[in-house]
């Protein structure tokens, strides 16, 4: 059975460097594990979305529970799915600040990412349009 599960959490470490070795560790224990997704980074937030297995997604989300590198993980989304959306991608990545101001106001108050101030459907929407307009960086 598949599922797609849509977490936010804060980054302990906000530097590029930390940033890059949490989406590295994601792809190579992703491709192990069957587990596909995007990462959605802005200002020290991450709002990830991970599908597979449902017993690998959830100890997926176990293991990014505890991880040290994250702090004030929130839950935001969970469903069983038919197929995946992301499947192309190990991890995907994209960097709000990259990304058109006023698609972030579309779906919030401010020109930012805050997952912890929106629903988990507005959060999913939103995750929909940036991968519609092409706001995907890397994807391997």
Do not use: C
């Not at 990462?39 to 959830?58: D, H, K, T, W």
């Not at 579309?106 to 020109?111: G, L, P, V």
């Amino acid at each position: 059975m598949l599922v797609r599960l849509l977490y936010a959490s804060r980054a302990v470490d906000n530097t590029q460097p930390a940033v890059q070795a949490i989406l590295d560790s994601a792809r190579r224990h992703n491709q192990d594990s069957g587990v596909t997704g995007v990462l959605v980074y802005g200002g020290g937030v991450f709002m990830q979305a991970i599908e597979g297995g449902r017993q690998a997604v959830s100890d997926l989300y176990g293991t990014i529970s505890r991880d040290p590198r994250h702090k004030d993980v929130a839950l935001l989304h969970y469903e069983e799915i038919v197929e995946r959306r992301f499947g192309s991608w190990t991890m995907g990545l994209v960097d709000v600040s990259r990304v058109n101001a006023s698609v972030l106001l579309k779906y919030s108050e401010r020109a930012v990412l805050d997952p912890y101030a929106v629903s988990g459907k507005v959060s999913m929407a939103l995750l929909e349009e940036l991968i519609a307009t092409a706001s995907i960086l890397s994807h391997t």
